[in-house]
């Protein structure tokens, strides 16, 4: 069974200053992981994935993530953060068998991310 | 035009009742899924149809029953609502189960009293 551990609940941060929001994994097989992004009152947006090939993967909104099957880690990072990003992060893995997603997303707790002006 | 859409966005009901939440999708995918969102945001996934035909169908109380009567719906009933039950339900779609991006509905905030 998968499992998603995001290691902090909330990060305080202020505006323009860099941000690490980690994701550490726990899997038998090999997975797709993923970063979505939660603001108040909505439902979830996928921020980036990564499938296969490079582990520096980009997404929408300046945000990137890496890949480290070593320490089953995949941290968003983002180096110059906006008001506008204060919302809850969540990351995700699916598990890949034979080359295929079952499509089940495990989440992990969320992290909040509040900039502040 | 909105992706996934869900109805009601709000729905407040007393314990013991039955009730529906319905989504649709207008991306032409073949898999809709249906999580609950619990007080601590913790998100997990209840269940999943491809082209009408369950499969994912995790732990969930017998209560809970989906129903795709196509492959754009996928409503979500619940019988004799418990306090417990109280959770923002999120639908989503994805192209095919081989699909890796999920596209999620707004949310349903369920309260029940």
């Known amino acids: 069974a998968q499992s998603v551990t995001q290691l902090d609940s909330q990060v305080p941060v202020f505006e323009e200053a860099p941000v690490e929001l980690r994701c550490n994994y726990s899997?038998?097989?090999?997975?797709?992981l993923f970063w979505y992004v939660q603001y108040p009152n909505q439902g979830l947006q996928l921020l980036l994935k990564y499938l296969s090939g490079s582990t520096l993967v980009k997404g929408i909104n300046g945000f990137e993530a890496e890949f480290n099957k070593s320490q089953t880690s995949f941290h968003l990072r983002k180096p110059s953060v906006h008001i506008s990003d204060t919302a809850e992060y969540f990351c995700a893995v699916s598990e890949v068998a034979g080359g295929t997603s079952y499509g089940k997303l495990t989440f992990g707790q969320g992290t909040i991310l509040t900039v502040h002006p | 035009d909105t992706a996934v859409s869900q109805t009601p966005k709000y729905l407040v009901t007393q314990m013991g009742n039955d009730k529906s939440i319905k989504c649709e999708q207008n991306?032409?995918?073949?898999?809709m899924y249906w999580y609950k969102q619990d007080s601590k945001k913790f998100l997990k996934i209840m269940f999943s149809y491809n082209n009408k035909e369950l499969i994912i169908n995790e732990t969930v109380p017998n209560r809970f029953s989906p129903k795709s009567p196509d492959k754009a719906h996928l409503n979500l009933h619940i019988n004799s609502l418990e306090l417990g039950d109280s959770a923002v339900y999120f639908c989503a779609s994805s192209q095919e189960t081989r699909s890796d991006t999920q596209y999620f509905g707004p949310g349903t905030r369920l309260t029940v009293l």
């Open positions: 991306l032409g995918h073949d898999t």
């Open positions: 899997s038998s097989v090999s997975v797709y």
